[in-house]
């Protein structure tokens, strides 16, 4: 079962631009969980966010969850060539299973 | 270095022909998971284990079985694969609650 939805499916920006992608789902959560996956690679963590938080920052990242929404959005600022991949939210509730969402595939132009 | 191993990394084999898919993990993890990457689907789990000798389904477990003797392998067996079970395959593991770590991926062609 899809929990995640993300959106948008894709996004194209230039060098320096910020990115926003978001995510829904449907059910009560313990935590969602962002990934990133270069192609044809692993998924690499990039950040968790438990249920009784609304933010959270990592370097150039900043999640926000909405737990009222039932959503949650990536920020990448001043985005880089490097950071063309694919990402995916991912929402875990009780007994550690993660359900991913179908993920945002990520373009920035140099 | 902490990871998780997959072998082998790509597979091209034929209906019905049984295959293993290893997956091992340095890290001491309880929990291990098997997914499949198809286009447009996201991840979908297959099975998971929570701990040695402890294994359960997950959303797509039809067609696969798994088992967990030893903490560190959990090794994906396909007894009579089939063309729709063509896909990217991850292993994964983690802590309890905590952000898990996958391997590299295994490329699965049935033909």
């Known amino acids: 079962s899809q929990q995640g939805e993300e959106d948008p499916q894709a996004l194209s920006i230039q060098e320096g631009e910020n990115a926003t992608m978001n995510c829904s789902y449907k059910?009560?959560?313990?935590?969602l969980q962002w990934y990133r996956q270069n192609s044809g690679r692993g998924l690499v963590h990039l950040i968790l966010?438990?249920?009784?938080?609304r933010e959270k920052h990592s370097g150039r990242l900043r999640v926000t969850l909405d737990t009222s929404k039932k959503s949650s959005s990536l920020l990448i600022t001043a985005s880089r060539a490097a950071d063309t991949a694919s990402y995916f939210c991912?929402?875990?509730?009780?007994?550690?299973?993660?359900?991913f969402g179908a993920g945002t595939i990520l373009r920035v132009k140099s | 270095e902490a990871q998780v191993t997959q072998n082998p990394r790509y597979l091209i084999t034929v209906t019905g022909k049984k295959l293993t898919v290893t997956c091992s993990q340095n890290?001491?993890?309880?929990?291990m998971s098997w997914y499949r990457q198809d286009p447009g689907l996201g991840l979908r789990q297959i099975y998971y284990?929570?701990?040695?000798?402890?294994?359960d389904k997950g959303d797509v477990p039809e067609g696969y079985k798994v088992s967990r003797k030893e903490k560190r392998n959990f090794p994906l067996i396909l007894e009579s694969p089939s063309p729709n079970q063509t896909s990217l395959y991850f292993c994964?593991?983690?802590?309890?609650?905590?952000?898990?770590?996958f391997g590299d991926g295994t490329r699965l062609s049935i033909l």
């Open positions: 991912a929402t875990q509730g009780e007994g550690n299973k993660l359900v």
């Open positions: 059910t009560s959560i313990n935590n």
């Open positions: 284990s929570m701990n040695v000798e402890v294994t």
């Open positions: 890290m001491n993890h309880e929990y």
């Open positions: 994964a593991s983690s802590f309890p609650g905590q952000p898990q770590h």
């Open positions: 966010i438990r249920s009784n938080e």
